[in-house]
């Protein structure tokens, strides 16, 4: 199982942008079935991951925003998770990266979640200093894109990919359930050289924007979203960041798919991929100036 953190449809198979490069996903789209109008439960991390792996929506668990950890809510400290309900089925559960929201869980708790656990969800080596200019609602650390760091092994997504890689070449004990958790493109959206390259600013095509698509809809509306860190279109324009922005998420998808392809190299390389049913999902998507966001 592979999910992809804050993946919109920008994606080749997905025509969510028509420059978008992703070969390994688009690949493993045509070998299997592609859900092209599946949903999430709820439009951010922890509430969508919180669904997705224990199978109850979020009105259920109360979980709406990015704390807390459902198994602090005592009616959840006993809910069979999806890798639980493999491990009880007699698999072998390996888990890295973001699949949860927020990090592992508790040394003492992890045995009963998963079997193995391989590196934390990071975006790597990170820059001296923010790339971009300061941001409004507190100039967050993760408000930032930008060409960082000059090799693909320093970021933090190739060092899961690689756990993962090398968990396939050992021959793992079957059968056994993996999962691998990307954290681009996720904020701050950082990728080297090699993958800005492959979208030019001058040639980007910007999402489509009508101006005013908002003017409709109630005023309590914006202030859902009014505290949050991320800026605004209109602050993206003025600093002349709209097109950065889109060029560094695209440059983010391109290299994590190219971790995906990496993974199912493995896979192939195992001789396993015959008899191993591969998930990819995204737990929620990225607005890039649509709505004014």
């Known amino acids: 199982m592979i999910a992809i953190d804050d993946l919109n449809d920008w994606v080749g198979c997905l025509e969510g942008h028509p420059q978008?490069?992703?070969?390994?996903?688009?690949?493993?789209?045509?070998?299997?079935?592609?859900?092209?109008?599946?949903?999430?439960?709820?439009?951010?991390c922890n509430s969508s991951r919180t669904s997705l792996l224990t199978g109850l929506r979020p009105s259920t668990t109360g979980v709406y925003g990015l704390a807390p950890w459902f198994r602090t809510d005592e009616r959840f400290r006993d809910r069979v998770t999806l890798a639980q309900h493999f491990k009880a089925a007699g698999y072998h559960t390996m888990t890295a990266g973001k699949v949860w929201h927020g990090g592992y869980p508790p040394k003492p708790e992890r045995a009963r979640e998963c079997d193995e656990w391989g590196p934390r969800a990071s975006v790597g080596i990170r820059p001296p200093k923010k790339l971009i200019p300061p941001t409004p609602e507190g100039n967050h650390p993760l408000m930032d894109w930008g060409t960082f760091p000059p090799?693909?092994?320093?970021?933090?997504?190739?060092?899961?990919?690689?756990?993962?890689?090398?968990r396939l070449q050992s021959k793992?004990?079957?059968?056994?359930?993996?999962?691998?958790?990307?954290?681009?493109p996720h904020v701050p959206c950082y990728a080297t050289p090699r993958w800005f390259r492959?979208?030019?600013?001058?040639?980007?095509?910007?999402?489509?924007?009508?101006?005013?698509?908002?003017?409709?809809?109630?005023?309590?509306?914006?202030?859902?979203?009014?505290?949050?860190?991320?800026?605004?279109?209109?602050?993206?324009?003025?600093?002349h960041e709209w097109r950065h922005l889109v060029q560094s998420y695209l440059?983010?998808?391109?290299?994590?798919?190219?971790?995906?392809?990496r993974v199912l190299d493995a896979l192939e390389e195992a001789g396993l991929a015959d008899r191993t049913i591969?998930?990819?999902?995204?737990?929620?998507?990225w607005h890039l100036g649509e709505k004014d966001i």
């Open 172 to 184: 793992p004990q079957e059968p056994f359930f993996l999962s691998v958790g990307f954290f681009l």
């Open 278 to 285: 591969v998930v990819l999902w995204s737990d929620h998507g």
């Open 20 to 44: 978008v490069r992703t070969p390994h996903i688009d690949a493993l789209a045509r070998r299997g079935t592609l859900f092209a109008n599946a949903h999430c439960q709820a439009p951010l």
């Open 198 to 239: 492959l979208y030019p600013q001058e040639e980007l095509l910007l999402p489509p924007y009508r101006q005013g698509d908002r003017d409709d809809t109630p005023e309590f509306s914006w202030y859902l979203h009014w505290k949050l860190p991320e800026p605004r279109l209109s602050w993206l324009k003025q600093h």
């Open 151 to 166: 090799r693909d092994d320093q970021k933090g997504d190739w060092k899961v990919a690689s756990w993962a890689v090398e």
């Open 251 to 261: 440059a983010c998808i391109s290299f994590v798919d190219s971790q995906v392809g």
